[in-house]
């Protein structure tokens, strides 16, 4: 073994029980430096995948690294969920919060902990940190936050430009009913296993119901979302993102809004740890958080408050592909976020059909793009309406009438890894669209940031919406997607009221795109691409829409345009190579069968469309520790739609779980299914639960729940 594998010993403290002053205890795993003379800072992370099984083989990798970097590593499972007991009735509730603070008390005064702890998550650990930490627990020194969002209505599994997300929302809640209807451990809860598990299973509801019943920014998505008072976190913050993952646009926000306290780092991962990262490269994360953690829970002065404040993969140029094992690219460094080298560059929708230049005296992109990259800090009206007057030619209106398919092509919302996950060749969504292209660039774009689109639109229904894809064009034909966003137009003055539609009715509209990062070559051109329909992303407005755009007026997008400066440095490697870590001691046996996936099937005979997401595949693990205990999980959501109906949408869900030991089983069947008519949405839940092949538990659920201006 080489000397960079002879780490420190470690220790594991399988379940650690925490009394909390309402009498109900949660339950902890904890490791250790095996030499524990002196007291550590503790590390915690929180949310409700059992650490007994769900997640104990990613958990003992973490454990470990961190027992042996010299921290004490805990892994928590919140109250209602794994060995923890209570019920949980939501997600990102108060309650959950304030467990996080008693926790953190309670760990900063164990005789093996300095008093200093810091929180680290990935998605609902990443939130957990982030609202814990607004609570300013006086122990909670720093936090590393992952792929998590810091507004719940903008950017989480639920909604989208005020749509319903339809690829996420029902797909996830079941998921999450499955994972919370196992039960404790026995050797954790002892006799009581039983009795405390039917009551969680009578009690945790189905969690699409108050999500679908929020369908404005109301008080509901405000708790828990930071946004609303980022001065709240009074602890350093590492943020980080990945270009592949859904929540890539929190990173940003929180770089902008804490100065000097958030640093930001994005690569082109998708929604898994940066030492793991698909798509590559992979980066040795798990060091750079131990420099962090270093820094912020015991004062080491280590460079990381002098380092720059964001740091992000550049992806170059690629073909459209459902699946990347890597993105090409390189890194880059900003000063601060907004960035000094990144200025807003309009080109204007022109009734030719065509993405040109604010002015006659700048007819093309590239010219465009030149002028703004002179001029940088010197162009704050380049967003202005009044700068997108090309030409002198009559105003023109584009119609489409939304194909209810358009979307398939989009790949997921939130990639991790799974076959499939990216866009593929949008050739098919951008002839079921309105287009506008540029001509071929005569240098290379590199974009950094959110695009916009601003349209001057109308619709022939009351409930309509609009997306806007912004496409790398190759001089093949092939169209990447660069980025995208929705917009339900009854939100078009905020999320938090619904502006009805006047048919026919002109207004202008901003469509953000979610940020990214993107080199475009010389010789392609960028097309803009839109259209009223995007399913399975976004749920369907209740009739079929015909969208008109007019161009040669306000009409404009708006692209984050970065240039090169002297501090960019070929070749520069911010990061170490992913951490060569010495093999676990045998821990548990992966018997995994087949992967996960996507299938699109056509009915050409009746013009129905079903997209078959499995999201994890044969996935069956076997644990080593006594008691053995083996694990599977078989997941999977159809989406269906026919052509020319869009109140023919449907999802369908059904999730399976099961823990098996040497005389336990316990089995879960959790389904849902979700349609809609023109005024209402219709879930249908059920859950079913089997001891050792004998059914227990079943209950099923009617909910028919108002449309809100969707």
Not at 393 to 421: H, I, K, M, N, Y
Not at 543 to 557: I, W
Not at 628 to 645: C, H, K, M, P, Q
Request: hydrophobic letters at 40%; a negative charge.
């Amino acid at each position: 073994m080489s000397p960079r594998q002879q780490r420190p010993a470690t220790r594991r403290i399988p379940n650690v029980s925490i009394p909390l002053a309402d009498g109900t205890t949660l339950a902890a795993r904890v490791w250790l430096p095996d030499d524990s003379s002196q007291p550590v800072p503790a590390i915690l992370e929180s949310h409700p995948y059992r650490k007994g099984d769900g997640v104990a083989v990613r958990d003992e990798r973490l454990g470990r690294w961190f027992a042996a970097e010299g921290f004490a590593f805990v892994r928590l499972d919140i109250r209602g969920s794994g060995d923890s007991e209570g019920i949980i009735e939501d997600e990102y509730l108060p309650l959950e919060q304030r467990d996080n603070v008693a926790v953190i008390e309670w760990l900063a005064g164990q005789e093996w902990c300095t008093g200093a702890v810091g929180m680290i998550g990935i998605s609902w650990s990443g939130f957990s940190a982030l609202q814990t930490a607004a609570l300013a627990p006086d122990a909670l020194r720093g936090i590393v936050v992952l792929h998590c969002a810091d507004d719940r209505y903008a950017d989480d599994v639920h909604y989208h430009g005020g749509c319903v997300l339809g690829l996420d929302m029902l797909a996830w809640a079941t998921s999450m009913r499955a994972y919370l209807a196992q039960p404790q451990d026995p050797t954790v809860a002892g006799d009581q296993w039983r009795t405390r598990w039917l009551e969680r299973l009578a009690q945790t509801p189905p969690f699409i119901e108050p999500w679908l019943s929020h369908q404005l920014r109301d008080e509901y998505w405000r708790q828990g979302s930071v946004c609303e008072d980022y001065g709240a976190i009074r602890c350093p913050v590492f943020a980080v993102g990945g270009w592949a993952d859904g929540y890539r646009d929190s990173v940003l926000r929180l770089v902008e809004h804490m100065p000097g306290q958030a640093r930001g780092l994005v690569g082109p991962w998708g929604h898994t740890w940066p030492d793991q990262g698909a798509p590559g490269p992979a980066v040795g994360f798990l060091s750079e958080c131990a420099r962090f953690l270093r820094f912020a829970l015991q004062g080491e002065d280590n460079g990381w408050a002098q380092e720059p404040p964001l740091v992000c993969w550049m992806q170059d140029s690629v073909p459209p592909a459902g699946t990347y094992a890597v993105r090409p690219g390189r890194w880059l460094a900003e000063p601060s976020w907004p960035s000094p080298n990144v200025a807003m560059v309009p080109l204007v929708l022109d009734p030719g059909g065509r993405l040109a230049g604010a002015s006659r005296e700048s007819p093309g992109p590239g010219a465009a793009v030149a002028a703004a990259a002179g001029e940088l800090r010197e162009s704050p009206a380049a967003g202005a309406p009044e700068a997108a007057a090309a030409g002198e030619a009559e105003p023109a209106t584009f119609s489409v009438r939304g194909l209810q398919a358009t979307g398939l092509a989009g790949g997921v919302w939130c990639g991790d890894s799974t076959p499939g996950d990216s866009p593929t060749d949008q050739r098919p969504e951008d002839g079921a669209s309105i287009c506008f292209d540029s001509e071929p660039l005569g240098e290379p774009l590199e974009l950094l940031g959110r695009a916009r689109a601003v349209i001057e639109l109308s619709a022939d229904r009351p409930r309509a919406l609009v997306v806007a894809r912004l496409c790398d064009v190759a001089p093949d034909g092939a169209s990447t997607l660069i980025s995208r966003g929705v917009l339900n137009l009854t939100h078009r003055d905020g999320h938090d009221r619904v502006s009805p539609i006047v048919p026919g009715e002109r207004m202008t509209v901003a469509v953000p795109m979610q940020s990214t990062s993107y080199s475009v070559p010389a010789s392609h051109r960028l097309r803009l691409a839109i259209s009223p329909t995007y399913w399975p992303w976004a749920w369907p407005s209740p009739e079929p829409v015909t969208l008109s755009v007019h161009a040669g007026g306000a009409s404009r997008l708006e692209l984050p345009v970065r240039h090169a400066t002297p501090s960019d440095q070929p070749g520069w490697e911010p990061l170490s190579p992913p951490e060569e870590q010495p093999a676990p001691e045998r821990f548990s046996e992966d018997l995994s069968g087949r992967s996960g996936g996507r299938r699109v099937t056509h009915d050409q005979a009746n013009g129905s469309v079903e997209v078959e997401f499995d999201w994890t595949g044969d996935t069956r693990t076997r644990l080593l520790d006594a008691p053995a205990t083996e694990l599977y999980e078989r997941n999977v959501t159809r989406y269906s739609i026919v052509e020319g109906d869009p109140l023919s949408a449907r999802v369908e869900c059904e999730v399976e779980v099961g823990l098996e030991r040497e005389n336990w089983s316990i089995h879960v069947e959790a389904a849902a299914e979700m349609s809609s008519d023109l005024e209402h949405f219709s879930v249908r839940t059920s859950l079913v639960a089997f001891e050792d092949d004998v059914r227990v538990f079943e209950r099923d659920s009617i909910s028919t729940i108002p449309r809100n201006g969707v």
